[in-house]
């Protein structure tokens, strides 16, 4: 039985796919934070928090990292871990560097925050020549305005060291560019208090259908595990609505994205652990959109378990542990499963959503949630918007999406001030 050390983690899905997973492959963890309370208060009433299955809770200053790799080699003294791992992308670097501290397994700390920071994949991914759109990186407005006009409007403007799509948009002219120049100037620290890399990504609109490739690298082998497709909404923001395992796709365009991405993770270096690279289908072909060095959110791994039976949090955790996880699909009798997210129509505070007992009566529904009265929420601008999902199984064929964002359209968020007609 292995010992792992998590260090941060996400309070999403991944909290607590990821404690389940070492407990089911055998393993113990002891969960490493700067701020408890940054779990503590997410805690749904009625549930069980996934860190009471933490053989140890401890807290330091996870952000200091020359600081935490001393105190972690104290820490190993003590406990002895046999792997480090973290599900948090603003940690995922700081493992890399804990796991090689350590003498545990792991990529390559450079390779990890190669393929983590958006505008370092990009110069890697141009190198090898991976295909991936126009893009320039810059700092300041001067800088900014002058690479927009060299590649051109419209174009998607990105923080380099961002997820779950925060603060990712279209622009189309100059002032949506200063717009979107303004919005990150005004948002210099991330939600775990690290000072945010103050660069801008610039890129060339790709367009056509988005999907992910997930993968386990192991001694640099790597494995695709399936091509998921996806739903985008939101615009002028680029917010996941919708997944579907395994995307309905053409055999051979699916083998063109899982090429792509295997290509993509061999540029930035990446030869140990489990990744999530973001592609579009594009006219001229596959194109990168961007690479995850750690298991897909937003539930993803759950649609891949129901219809392949791999299980990609555990096969994380045991290439954290040096142990070589088997990836072989098993019938699980489910031909397709998806995931569809209620967004908000607008900014207030939720009164009500009905519809929820057609959600509740469908067989086909596996899972599914939806935030209680109270709750206040901006406009649909990031994957942190969502109200609630759906999740489906199809034993026939590749219907399972459409099955859940039916589902979800049946939904109805009602807001305080309507029912009230104070402003909420």
């Known amino acids: 039985m292995g010992h792992l050390l998590v260090v941060e983690s996400w309070v999403g899905a991944m909290s607590a796919l990821l404690p ?48 935490l790799l001393a105190h972690v080699s104290r820490l190993h003294d003590t406990f002895g871990f046999d792997g480090v791992l973290t599900s948090c992308d603003y940690y995922l670097g700081t493992v890399a560097r804990v796991a090689a501290h350590l003498g545990l397994p792991g ?8 393929a983590y920071r958006k505008d370092l994949a990009r110069a890697a991914l141009r190198r090898a020549g991976v295909p991936g759109p126009e893009f320039a990186v810059a700092q300041g407005w001067a800088e900014t305005v002058t690479a927009a006009e060299e590649i051109g409007y419209p174009l998607v403007v990105k923080p380099v ?69 996806k739903r985008l909404a939101g615009a002028p923001w680029f917010v996941e609505s ?39 289908l594009t006219a001229a072909g596959p194109r990168v959109v961007e690479i995850n060095p750690r298991p897909a959110g937003n539930q993803i791994t759950e649609l891949i378990r129901r219809v392949t039976g791999i299980d990609i949090p555990m096969a994380y955790a045991q290439l954290a ?19 569809a997210f209620l967004l908000p129509p607008r900014a207030g505070t939720v009164a009500e959503i009905t519809g929820v007992d057609r959600v509740t009566a469908d067989p086909r529904v596996v899972d599914h949630s939806h935030r209680p009265a109270g709750h206040r929420t901006d406009d649909a601008n990031s994957n942190n918007s969502y109200l609630g999902h759906v999740t489906t199984v199809d034993t026939t064929g590749p219907g399972a999406l459409d099955v859940a964002e039916d589902l979800v359209a049946g939904l109805d968020v009602r807001y305080a001030d309507e029912l009230t007609g104070i402003p909420a």
């Open 161 to 229: 060291d961002l997820c779950a799509g925060m603060h990712v948009r279209r622009v189309d002219d100059t002032a949506g560019l200063r717009a979107a120049f303004d919005a990150l100037a005004e948002f210099p620290v991330n939600a775990r208090r690290q000072h945010r890399v103050p660069l801008i990504l610039l890129e060339e609109l790709l367009t056509g259908p988005e999907v992910s490739v997930e993968t386990v690298t192991s001694a640099g082998v790597t494995t695709v595990v399936g091509v998921t497709g």
């Open 20 to 67: 389940r997973a070492v407990r089911e492959g055998g393993h113990r963890f002891t969960f490493l934070t700067r701020d408890l309370h940054h779990y503590l208060r997410t805690t749904p009433a009625g549930t069980v928090h996934p860190l009471l299955a933490a053989e140890n809770v401890l807290t330091t200053e996870t952000n200091d990292v020359p600081a």
């Open 242 to 280: 919708g997944h579907l395992f395994p995307a309905d796709l053409p055999p051979e365009v699916g083998r063109a994205a899982a090429d792509t991405a295997v290509a993509a993770l061999a540029a930035v270096g990446l030869d140990h652990g489990v990744a999530h690279t973001e592609l579009r």
């Open 107 to 114: 990529a390559a700390p450079e390779a990890v925050e190669r």
């Open 321 to 339: 542990l040096g142990e070589q996880p088997d990836l072989t699909p098993t019938d699980t009798g489910v031909r397709s499963a998806a995931i």
